[in-house]
């Protein structure tokens, strides 16, 4: 027993050491750690996109910043060229947790320093470089690669508004950026800005903000209003421009014509006419119209299309086309002598109202053609020469309508060419006819009476000198006259008791003069005097 | 206490570990590595100032080589990661050490990029091959001597301790340019992770037993 406990005591504990030293735990946590920084790498790596521009101007690789807002999402991997060479393609690293702004119609574009008609943009850029910015859609799908813009979009596709296309055959051009003006508020910008080849049009694409995107209907106008107006009238002289920003690079503007109704709410991406100013809109607005022929005996030269249909000074149409081709009436011949013009008459022009349709007026017409209505071609313009279509009504009534082919035609009266040469043949016989011989020898009579007239007068002149001085000298006498009525002369003295005892003897005189006026026979009839008055009261 | 005497002792008699020719451990003698006394091996603790007597430090290849591969595993981060950022008007420009020293080649100062080059990349990387080199030398017959050996660790020991200059060099950046808004240099991870590369080298060579180099070489 002692032995054993002795034995126990004694012994020693045996241990093998360990292999290992416990300080592979470092480099085991340091793999740890990079494993797990590793993992948070892949983790967070971003999203690899392409966006294509057209020049890499400003971008650089690893340092070029993509923002949204100026929060930066993502940053510029590397640029290079597009497969076929013509672009090239910016490899942009988007963070992870940004993913809802890569929507198929997300839009990229560099900002830059720039310097338009609407101001300096991009500022900031000069010192810290160009970045990426983008304008996230609201498509439900993303996307991996998206074509930049060149120049920052207009309207971004979450902004309210409506997108429309002017389509303009004018020659003002407008560009990119131009503000849409309503009344004098900028409440648009043009975004887009094509030329059609085929049609040979421009076709701007607009946007409208909201809630400016209700003022466009069915109805809506829009007319350029690049540069300035000078109108004269009655009031004076206008000159007017929508503002100085359209002044110098040009605007669209748009209203709905004042005889129009308000129209209906349009859908996105309708086509508008743009026209070139505003009075073209009354002018050049389609209307429907009633088409007839006039057979004009005279020159047609200067008479052009859409040269005004008047009748007597109001306008209801336009010339359609002033001569008819070869291939529909024999032009040059002996037998036809007669050009025919085709007319458009609108009545929409002359009328809003409904009631009146277009079969109503046709008939109208037809009736006014029987009483006496004819067409004649008067000079517009007496600079340039334009002819228009004047409509009058004349004595000549027909009995029957005459047909040119299907068109109706409206008789033609005398023509204004030829009434002119008539009434300058008729002034100029009258002028020949004038006595100017007896003319000339009247006028000199005239003139040798105004001589003597002008002797006479001469004479009256001298004498009425004379009448002065005489004048003069009674006025010396007459200023003697009144020294004498001096304030401390004995004169005035007396003059002044005398008015005072008459102005006495009026006062006392005065009551017997209200009596005669009030009662003028109390001069012969005495007055009885008048009751006593009893004062009134109960009878005791 | 007593029992720990009685342990060592005994573990001391399994190991049975016979030590070279001209060894101060081959005549039982040990020296103190702190105050440098020679001591009989057999004793635990140094006669004169009590510190721990070890005849060969206890596990120094493992723990060498435990550090070594730490710090290769810190490397990585170390050139990954930027070193610092220079923010020149809001402009972050982050470099890594390979691109400093290509940045510096570019703009012609070779010079400054071979200093860069030598103690953030050749230094380091020399230092952890070497050492690992040594670790399997020490089991190993090699063509180089015992003398070229020792040599060459502390060769290493001496030079590993410049690889801070990098680190002395950001951290000098770091304080003296903070010109806010305009011009600011931020130290990255990869500072860091360097730093610790430098220090857990020279631990590293702090605990290989370069008396190791001459047991194994005579043995054989």
Same mark, same amino acid.
């Given at each position: 027993?002692?032995?054993?406990?002795?034995?126990?005591?004694? +012994?020693?504990?045996?241990?093998?050491?360990?292999?290992?030293?416990?300080i592979?735990?470092?480099?085991?946590?340091?793999?740890?750690?990079?494993?797990?920084?590793?993992?948070?790498?892949?983790?967070?790596?971003?999203?690899?996109?392409? /966006?294509?521009?057209?020049?890499?101007?400003?971008?650089?690789?690893?340092?070029?910043?993509?923002?949204?807002?100026?929060?930066?999402?993502?940053?510029?991997?590397?640029?290079?060229?597009?497969?076929?060479?013509?672009?090239?393609?910016?490899?942009?690293?988007?963070?992870?947790?940004?993913?809802?702004?890569?929507?198929?119609?997300?839009?990229?574009?560099?900002?830059?320093?720039?310097?338009?008609?609407?101001?300096?943009?991009?500022?900031?850029?000069?010192?810290?470089?160009?970045?990426?910015?983008?304008?996230?859609?609201?498509?439900?799908?993303?996307?991996?690669?998206?074509?930049?813009?060149?120049?920052?979009?207009?309207?971004?596709?979450?902004?309210?508004?409506?997108?429309?296309?002017?389509?303009s055959?004018?020659?003002?051009?407008?560009?990119?950026?131009?503000?849409?003006?309503?009344?004098?508020?900028?409440?648009?910008?043009?975004?887009?800005?094509?030329?059609?080849?085929?049609?040979?049009?421009?076709?701007?694409?607009?946007?409208?903000?909201?809630?400016?995107?209700?003022?466009?209907?069915?109805?809506?106008?829009?007319?350029?209003?690049?540069?300035?107006?000078?109108?004269?009238?009655?009031?004076?002289?206008?000159?007017?421009?929508?503002?100085l920003?359209?002044?110098?690079?040009?605007?669209?503007?748009?209203?709905?014509?004042?005889?129009?109704?308000?129209?209906?709410?349009?859908?996105?991406?309708?086509?508008?006419?743009?026209?070139?100013?505003?009075?073209?809109?009354?002018e050049?607005?389609?209307?429907?119209?009633?088409?007839?022929?006039?057979?004009?005996?005279?020159?047609?030269?200067?008479?052009?299309?859409?040269?005004?249909?008047?009748? +007597?000074?109001?306008?209801?149409?336009?010339?359609?086309?002033?001569?008819?081709?070869?291939?529909?009436?024999?032009?040059?011949?002996?037998?036809?002598?007669?050009?025919?013009?085709?007319?458009?008459?609108?009545?929409? +022009?002359?009328?809003?109202?409904?009631?009146y349709?277009?079969?109503?007026?046709?008939?109208?017409?037809?009736?006014?053609?029987?009483?006496?209505?004819?067409?004649? /071609?008067?000079?517009?313009?007496?600079?340039?020469?334009?002819?228009?279509?004047?409509?009058?009504?004349?004595?000549?009534?027909?009995?029957?309508i005459?047909?040119?082919?299907?068109?109706?035609?409206?008789?033609?009266?005398?023509?204004?060419?030829?009434?002119?040469?008539?009434?300058?043949?008729?002034?100029?016989?009258?002028?020949?006819?004038?006595? /100017?011989?007896?003319?000339?020898?009247?006028?000199?009579?005239?003139?040798?009476s105004?001589?003597?007239?002008?002797? *006479?007068?001469?004479?009256?002149?001298?004498?009425?000198?004379?009448?002065?001085?005489?004048?003069?000298?009674?006025?010396?006498?007459?200023?003697?006259?009144?020294?004498? /009525?001096?304030?401390?002369?004995?004169?005035?003295?007396?003059?002044?008791?005398?008015?005072?005892?008459?102005?006495?003897?009026?006062?006392?005189?005065?009551?017997?003069?209200?009596e005669? +006026?009030?009662k003028?026979?109390?001069?012969i009839?005495?007055? *009885?005097?008048?009751?006593?008055?009893?004062?009134?009261?109960?009878?005791? | 206490?007593?029992? @720990? @005497?009685?342990? &060592?002792?005994?573990?001391?008699?399994?190991?049975?570990?016979?030590?070279?020719?001209?060894?101060?451990?081959?005549?039982?003698?040990?020296?103190?590595?702190?105050?440098?006394q020679?001591?009989?091996?057999?004793?635990?603790?140094?006669?004169?100032?009590? $510190?721990?007597?070890?005849?060969?430090?206890?596990?120094?290849?493992?723990?060498?080589?435990?550090?070594?591969?730490?710090?290769?595993?810190?490397?990585?981060?170390?050139?990954?990661?930027?070193?610092?950022?220079?923010?020149?008007?809001? !402009?972050?420009a982050?470099?890594?050490?390979?691109? $400093?020293?290509?940045?510096?080649?570019?703009? $012609?100062?070779?010079?400054?990029?071979?200093?860069?080059?030598?103690?953030?990349?050749?230094?380091?990387?020399?230092?952890?091959l070497?050492?690992?080199?040594?670790?399997?030398?020490?089991s190993?017959?090699?063509?180089?001597?015992?003398? @070229?050996?020792?040599?060459?660790?502390?060769?290493?020991?001496?030079? $590993?301790?410049?690889?801070?200059?990098?680190?002395? &060099? &950001?951290?000098?950046?770091?304080?003296?340019?903070?010109?806010?808004?305009?011009?600011?240099?931020?130290?990255?991870?990869?500072?860091?992770?360097?730093?610790?590369?430098?220090?857990?080298?020279?631990?590293?060579?702090?605990?290989?037993?370069?008396?190791l180099?001459? !047991?194994?070489?005579?043995?054989?």
């Open positions: 027993m002692n032995d054993d406990q002795a034995d126990t005591i004694a +012994r020693p504990i045996l241990e093998t050491k360990s292999r290992f030293s416990v592979w735990l470092l480099p085991f946590i340091a793999f740890i750690i990079g494993m797990g920084m590793v993992y948070h790498q892949w983790q967070n790596r971003g999203i690899e996109i392409v /966006l294509v521009f057209e020049n890499a101007e400003g971008l650089e690789a690893k340092k070029t910043k993509v923002k949204f807002r100026n929060v930066d999402i993502g940053t510029l991997k590397s640029i290079r060229f597009s497969e076929d060479g013509a672009n090239v393609d910016a490899v942009v690293e988007i963070d992870h947790d940004m993913q809802r702004f890569l929507q198929a119609d997300s839009q990229f574009w560099v900002v830059r320093p720039r310097i338009g008609s609407s101001g300096v943009s991009g500022f900031g850029t000069l010192l810290s470089g160009a970045y990426i910015t983008v304008e996230p859609g609201k498509s439900p799908y993303s996307a991996e690669r998206f074509v930049g813009l060149e120049t920052p979009p207009i309207s971004s596709p979450t902004d309210a508004g409506i997108k429309l296309n002017l389509l055959s004018g020659g003002k051009s407008l560009q990119e950026g131009n503000p849409v003006i309503y009344r004098g508020f900028e409440v648009g910008a043009i975004e887009t800005v094509e030329f059609d080849v085929e049609s040979r049009r421009v076709s701007y694409g607009i946007f409208i903000r909201a809630p400016f995107d209700s003022l466009i209907t069915t109805n809506t106008h829009f007319w350029n209003s690049g540069g300035f107006s000078v109108t004269a009238n009655s009031a004076g002289l206008t000159v007017d421009f929508a503002s920003e359209s002044f110098i690079s040009g605007g669209v503007q748009f209203d709905i014509p004042e005889d129009l109704e308000l129209g209906q709410a349009v859908v996105e991406s309708r086509n508008f006419t743009l026209y070139p100013n505003k009075n073209a809109i009354t050049d607005r389609t209307y429907e119209y009633l088409e007839y022929v006039i057979l004009v005996e005279d020159s047609v030269g200067g008479l052009e299309i859409d040269a005004p249909v008047e009748y +007597r000074g109001i306008r209801i149409g336009r010339v359609h086309r002033p001569y008819l081709g070869f291939h529909q009436t024999n032009l040059i011949s002996p037998d036809e002598n007669r050009i025919a013009v085709v007319i458009h008459v609108e009545p929409k +022009r002359i009328t809003q109202n409904d009631d349709s277009k079969e109503w007026f046709d008939e109208q017409f037809r009736g006014w053609i029987k009483t006496g209505l004819a067409a004649s /071609l008067v000079t517009a313009n007496y600079i340039t020469g334009a002819l228009k279509v004047s409509l009058d009504m004349t004595n000549d009534a027909v009995e029957e005459e047909y040119f082919g299907n068109y109706t035609v409206i008789p033609s009266a005398k023509s204004g060419f030829a009434s002119i040469l008539e009434k300058t043949d008729q002034l100029l016989s009258k002028l020949n006819n004038l006595p /100017l011989d007896e003319l000339a020898q009247s006028t000199n009579q005239a003139i040798l105004a001589n003597t007239a002008m002797i *006479s007068a001469n004479d009256t002149v001298l004498a009425t000198q004379s009448v002065l001085e005489s004048v003069d000298a009674t006025l010396a006498e007459a200023r003697r006259s009144l020294e004498g /009525l001096q304030t401390d002369s004995p004169i005035y003295q007396k003059l002044e008791n005398n008015l005072d005892e008459l102005e006495r003897t009026l006062n006392m005189m005065q009551p017997f003069l209200q005669i +006026r009030r003028p026979n109390s001069l009839f005495s007055d *009885s005097p008048p009751p006593d008055e009893q004062p009134k009261g109960k009878n005791p | 206490m007593h029992a @720990e @005497e009685s342990k &060592v002792s005994a573990t001391s008699q399994q190991k049975q570990i016979v030590y070279a020719k001209g060894t101060a451990a081959s005549h039982g003698i040990a020296n103190c590595h702190v105050c440098n020679l001591a009989v091996s057999s004793l635990s603790y140094c006669p004169r100032c009590k $510190g721990r007597l070890h005849v060969r430090y206890a596990n120094s290849i493992q723990q060498t080589l435990a550090f070594i591969v730490t710090a290769m595993l810190l490397y990585i981060p170390a050139n990954a990661y930027p070193i610092m950022t220079t923010t020149l008007l809001g !402009d972050a982050p470099s890594t050490i390979i691109s $400093g020293v290509i940045l510096f080649i570019d703009h $012609g100062s070779y010079f400054v990029a071979f200093v860069i080059f030598t103690a953030s990349i050749l230094i380091p990387i020399a230092k952890m070497i050492i690992l080199w040594l670790c399997y030398a020490t190993k017959n090699t063509r180089l001597s015992k003398l @070229e050996l020792t040599r060459l660790y502390r060769a290493t020991e001496f030079i $590993g301790k410049w690889s801070m200059i990098d680190i002395f &060099v &950001v951290a000098i950046l770091v304080a003296l340019v903070q010109v806010t808004g305009l011009m600011s240099i931020e130290p990255g991870l990869a500072a860091r992770a360097f730093a610790m590369v430098v220090i857990l080298t020279m631990i590293a060579a702090h605990q290989f037993d370069v008396r180099i001459w !047991d194994r070489q005579q043995q054989s």
